[in-house]
Nanobody
Framework: QVQLVESGGGLVQAGGSLRLSCAAS????????MGWFRQAPGKEREFVAT????????TYADSVKGRFTISRDNAKNTVYLQMNSLKPEDTAVYYC????????????????WGRGTQVTVSS
C-alpha cells in the first residue's frame, strides 16, 4: 500500500511557474517508479511525466516537453513536477501516481493515486 499526497497547486498567470510535490508513504519509495497525470474539465486523464526508481530516467508527454521537469528525492520520499512557461491549456487537476506495471503512459499501469491538486493558468 502506498499513500500519496500532492501539494503546490494554485493560480498562476500564463508564462509563470509552479512546483508540485507528492509525498509518499507506506512502502519503500525508492523501489517505485512514479508518474504525474492531469485531467482538465471535460477531458480524460492524460499522462504528463514519469521517472524511474533511481531518478536517472524520465519521460514526458510531447505537450510538456521542454517546459516541465519531473524529479525525485528518495531520502524525502517525494516526487516533484517543476512546471515552467505555463499555458492556459495546462489548467487541470494534477495527480501523482505510483507505477505497478508496464506502459508508463497508461493510467492502468499505476496502482496508487493521490487525490490531486488544482493548477489554474490564467491568460
Amino acid at each position: 500500500q502506498v499513500q500519496l499526497v500532492e501539494s503546490g497547486g494554485g493560480l498562476v498567470q500564463a508564462g509563470g511557474s509552479l512546483r508540485l510535490s507528492c509525498a509518499a508513504s507506506g512502502r519503500t519509495f525508492s523501489n517505485i517508479a512514479m508518474g504525474w497525470f492531469r485531467q482538465a474539465p471535460g477531458k480524460e486523464r492524460e499522462f504528463v511525466a514519469t521517472i524511474n526508481r533511481s531518478g536517472g530516467s524520465t519521460t514526458y508527454a510531447d505537450s510538456v516537453k521542454g517546459r516541465f521537469t519531473i524529479s525525485r528525492d528518495n531520502a524525502k520520499n517525494t516526487v516533484y513536477l517543476q512546471m515552467n512557461s505555463l499555458k492556459p491549456e495546462d489548467t487541470a487537476v494534477y495527480y501523482c501516481a505510483a507505477r505497478s506495471g508496464p506502459g508508463y503512459y497508461r493510467d492502468d499501469a499505476y496502482a496508487y493515486w493521490g487525490r490531486g491538486t488544482q493548477v489554474t493558468v490564467s491568460s
